[in-house]
């Protein structure tokens, strides 16, 4: 006869072991988490498709499109200005002494045509695969190799420096508040952006001009980088040319005049 201890009928069986288990939270964690972004994009979605979503696209495409934009209003502002001072000129009871004034600061302002001799300057960035072409100078950083705010502001500068009447940069009109910027590799000019070459084109007299330019320090500087790495430089003689004038906005938004 077995022993009663080793009965069935008079011992329990050991419970289970019930203790605390982290994976199961965890799990757990993991499909409520999944079932929050699911539910996030649902209503992000709303029927749409959010990989194409125009409040996805890059950054550089915002950009763009809000050149074009711009370009698309100072086109449509120049024929309302246009119109304005057409309908002005029939009965502005100005005398012809006023209106030779009015017309001299319009000329100065640079809000009116401009033709006269004229040379243009093309600055563009050197080839991706450059090296340097004359001994003892280092191998190109990236930075070597592209046009700066500084290479198109020292051309500008240079150009008024000539006696300049007028100066275009790409399409555009400069004015006494026009600021050359650049971002990264792009020149953003009076609300658009400009990849390289990039073009500057001077009304004024050429040989006055071609000498500023060799005069000029910071153009001194850059013509080592042409030579050395390869960055673009053009200087050509256009003949006469007629300048268009600036169609944008005169108001100051960050200053006031004094007085």
């Avoid at 084109?201 to 000029?216: F, H, I, Q, R, Y």
């Amino acid at each position: 006869m077995s022993n009663s201890a080793d009965s069935p009928g008079t011992e329990s069986t050991p419970p289970r072991d019930r203790r605390f288990r982290p994976v199961r939270v965890l799990t757990a964690g993991v499909f409520a988490l999944a079932g929050l972004i699911f539910f996030t994009s649902f209503d992000t979605a709303k029927g749409t498709n959010i990989r194409t979503d125009t409040s996805l696209l890059k950054l550089s495409d915002l950009v763009q499109e809000r050149s074009h934009k711009n370009g698309t209003l100072d086109e449509s502002n120049a024929t309302l200005r246009h119109d304005i001072e057409t309908l002005a000129e029939r009965d502005d009871g100005r005398s012809e002494a006023e209106d030779k004034k009015l017309a001299g600061l319009e000329e100065s302002a640079g809000t009116q045509k401009l033709t006269g001799r004229a040379l243009t300057v093309t600055l563009n960035d050197a080839p991706p695969n450059a090296t340097a072409k004359l001994p003892g100078y280092p191998e190109p950083q990236p930075d070597y190799l592209v046009i700066h705010q500084q290479d198109l502001q020292a051309v500008v500068n240079a150009l008024w420096e000539g006696g300049a009447k007028g100066i275009k940069v790409m399409d555009q009109r400069l004015i006494s508040t026009s600021a050359v910027r650049c971002v990264g590799n792009t020149l953003i000019l009076q609300g658009r952006v400009y990849s390289p070459p990039y073009k500057i084109t001077a009304v004024g007299d050429p040989e006055k001009l071609n000498k500023a330019m060799s005069a000029s320090k910071a153009i001194q500087n850059y013509m080592v980088y042409v030579n050395v790495y390869g960055l673009g430089w053009k200087v050509t003689q256009d003949g006469t040319v007629t300048l268009p004038g600036y169609s944008g906005t005169v108001d100051l938004h960050y200053a006031e005049p004094v007085g």
